[in-house]
């Protein structure tokens, strides 16, 4: 037997990347303004669950555009944090945009501060865009519901729901 780190199987690392997105979010969330983390309704969605009402959701696809033009989520929105970032005045790339331009930009995606928001990537291809997504909508202060899709585009796709 090796000694080390254990290795995960393969059903174990597909949640992984989900239950660290919603660790790490909760931590910045409360180190950002000190709320407590019941502040945020922050949880994963089922598939199945998403599928029976689409239209109650605004849904925001974390992968990058050229992935979200290829398919997506009926009614998804792209929102690839590199398309919402900038190089700073200080040549600092990788910036967020400024709140205003941030919340202007989910508001002409039909997005309010109260609206119920899915966010889905790439499963465990996606380098944590999911976790970013919804960092930014608590960093606004988004009121609303925030769901993290369990497993991704790939669980959408696998269940046979349409692209």
Request: proline fraction near 6%.
């Amino acid at each position: 037997m090796k000694r080390g780190i254990p290795q995960l199987s393969r059903d174990r690392v597909g949640v992984f990347p989900y239950i660290l997105s919603l660790i790490i979010l909760t931590v910045c969330a409360l180190l950002w303004d000190g709320k407590l983390a019941s502040a945020y309704d922050l949880a994963l969605i089922e598939p199945v669950t998403l599928s029976r009402d689409l239209s109650a959701w605004g849904i925001l696809d974390a992968r990058p555009k050229s992935q979200w033009l290829a398919g997506h989520i009926p009614g998804a929105r792209s929102f690839c944090w590199e398309d919402y970032t900038r190089t700073d005045n200080k040549g600092i790339p990788y910036r967020t945009w400024r709140p205003e331009d941030m919340a202007e930009a989910l508001g002409e995606m039909g997005l309010t501060e109260k609206s119920p928001v899915v966010v889905y990537g790439g499963a465990d291809k996606s380098w944590g865009g999911e976790g970013w997504s919804c960092w930014v909508l608590t960093w606004l202060g988004h009121v609303g519901p925030i769901r993290l899709l369990y497993g991704g585009i790939q669980a959408w796709s696998n269940h046979g729901y349409p692209l």
